[in-house]
């Protein structure tokens, strides 16, 4: 009785690793996604002289290798986008980690910018991070 225990325990901890993982992978490939969207958006801005309304397949999606945009792993939604309307000369695209990602959001935008309105500022900077955990990119 007390092996089966015991076997049960170790059972709760590595399933409890195993979503700790599984939510890292996803960070990662929200990560991937952003960047690939980014430069996804600059070979539009060159063939448009702006950015798209909205990051979707008819947009950007003939400029991913898959011919469509990147979805959200989890929630299958589109990533967060913002532009300066009407002008549409800056952007800012971003998605929400579920996780705290030193590296990542030491090479993130953190855009703030007074005259339009992105994303605003997340709490990513205080000592420990606050939720939610923005991972943004852009032209400021």
């Known amino acids: 009785l007390v092996v089966i225990a015991i076997i049960g325990i170790l059972a709760t ?23 690939q969207i980014r430069t996804s958006l600059e070979f539009y801005y060159d063939a448009n002289g702006s950015y ?31 532009t300066n309307a009407p002008s549409k000369t800056k952007y800012q695209v971003w998605a929400t980690l579920e996780n705290p990602n030193a590296g990542a959001f030491a090479t993130d935008a953190d855009i703030n910018e007074p005259g ?23 032209i400021k």
């Open 13 to 35: 901890l590595l399933i409890l690793q195993l979503n700790t993982a599984r939510g890292k992978a996803r960070d990662t490939k929200r990560i991937g996604d952003v960047n």
């Open 52 to 82: 798209p309304t909205d990051i979707d397949d008819a947009s950007i999606g003939q400029y991913m290798s898959s011919g469509k945009a990147p979805l959200d792993p989890s929630t299958q939604a589109v990533y967060g986008y913002a």
């Open 116 to 138: 339009w309105a992105p994303r605003p500022a997340n709490g990513i900077e205080a000592v420990p991070p606050v939720a939610p955990y923005i991972f943004d990119l852009g």
